[in-house]
């Protein structure tokens, strides 16, 4: 019933930024919870930042202080801003926005 369209992956240098973007569609309630999960090669999926109702976030401790995670809850749209990009951030990264999965969107950072 709700779908989710991820954006904003691509090919960066070390040390670059990208923005992500999980925008969602059909039935929706406004403010609902966000989190930003990623997937390296023979690793599990691992949750990397999210922000609640309340809009407090939260982050694991390798993205903290170089991630910052945003809701608009007008364009129904979970953001990811990722900056100090580091080889190890390669991933696919997967949205989880209203109760719905994203489909996934590859983030590559060469050194």
């Known amino acids: 019933q709700v779908q989710l369209v991820e954006s904003g992956g691509g090919l960066v240098q070390a040390g670059g930024s990208l923005r992500l973007s999980c925008t969602a569609s059909?039935?929706?309630?406004?403010?609902?919870?966000g989190g930003w999960y990623r997937q390296a090669p023979g690793r599990q999926r691992a949750l990397i930042a999210e922000?609640?109702?309340?809009?407090?976030?939260n982050y694991a401790e390798s993205v903290k202080g170089r991630f910052t995670i945003s809701r608009d809850g007008v364009k129904n749209t979970v953001y990811l801003q990722m900056n100090s990009l580091k080889a190890d951030d390669t991933a696919i990264y997967y949205c989880?926005?209203?109760?719905?999965w994203g489909q996934g969107t590859q983030v590559t950072v060469s050194s």
């Open positions: 989880y926005y209203c109760d719905t």
């Open positions: 922000i609640h109702r309340s809009g407090r976030t």
């Open positions: 059909g039935s929706i309630s406004v403010n609902s919870y």
